[in-house]
């Protein structure tokens, strides 16, 4: 059911959101600079595609898109859904041997994939 899917993608953003706030935590930091963009958002959700090993991802977020309403869509979970479609999309654009190398060495490949995204 498209509902418990979106709940579930809900959790996986309250779990991100909480470990940027831990992380944040014990720094002196002014709140109002702890703002994450969505650049940075991207990254996050292209670190967790790559290691969730959800098998036709692609096919479970396009049933949600499919089966949920305009409402939803334009809501912050539709945000969420975007996010993940975008961050798929991105992986798309490389081949098997990026993807490989990237679940290999983590976050630092997301970040260097995403800077020539952004470059071309």
């Known amino acids: 059911e498209p509902r418990k899917k979106l709940r579930l993608m809900n959790e996986v953003n309250d779990s991100i959101l909480e470990c940027v706030n831990n992380f944040w935590k014990n720094l002196d930091i002014d709140e109002e600079q702890l703002v994450i963009a969505t650049d940075q958002m991207i990254l996050?959700?292209?670190?967790?595609?790559?290691?969730s090993k959800i098998v036709d991802l692609f096919a479970h977020l396009k049933y949600i898109?499919?089966?949920?309403?305009?409402?939803?869509?334009?809501?912050?979970?539709?945000?969420?859904?975007?996010?993940?479609e975008h961050a798929l999309y991105t992986l798309m654009q490389h081949d098997k041997s990026d993807i490989q190398r990237m679940k290999e060495n983590g976050v630092p490949s997301i970040i260097d994939?995403?800077?020539?995204a952004h470059s071309s």
Request: hydrophobic share 35%.
């Open 65 to 84: 898109t499919e089966f949920t309403t305009p409402y939803v869509r334009n809501s912050n979970l539709g945000f969420y859904l975007s996010t993940y």
């Open 113 to 116: 994939m995403s800077r020539s």
């Open 44 to 51: 996050i959700y292209l670190y967790i595609v790559i290691r």
